[in-house]
């Protein structure tokens, strides 16, 4: 029982500095816009595989694309909170844009089964502020 009592003890010793060390999602969206100003959002993103436009996903809270010098930011309309940055996101685009209400899939790379399918809300886009 008292080794038990020890490896127990071992065990969270080791993961709560893993887990204080992972930032918020919030802290997360912050530091990708940090000097960055939103535009008026918009409905649709063009999207290509050949482009380099690329995904990043931010745990818990939101999808961000990089087309040319801007950030699109987009917050799901439903179940943000399966989101997680190591996923692999599914998308059919249709016509080479994402739009509001397609739906994408995270797969967890460990998983052969993708997670529930998410609606895309509006894209908000960021550019780099002008300092004045």
Known sequence: MKN???AAALVAAIAAPAQAARSSPDADLAR?????VAEAPVRCI???????????IISERALAWRIGSRIYVNVP???A???DDDDILITEPFGGQLCRNDQVRPLNRGSRIPKASLLLGNFT?????RAR
Request: no cysteine; hydrophobic share 35%.
């Open 46 to 56: 063009p999207v290509s595989p050949t482009d380099g436009n690329s995904v990043q």
């Open 4 to 6: 038990l009592i020890v």
């Open 125 to 129: 886009p960021y550019v780099r502020s």
């Open 81 to 83: 909170e399966t989101l």
């Open 32 to 36: 990708l816009l940090k000097g960055r």
């Open 77 to 79: 309309q439903a179940r």
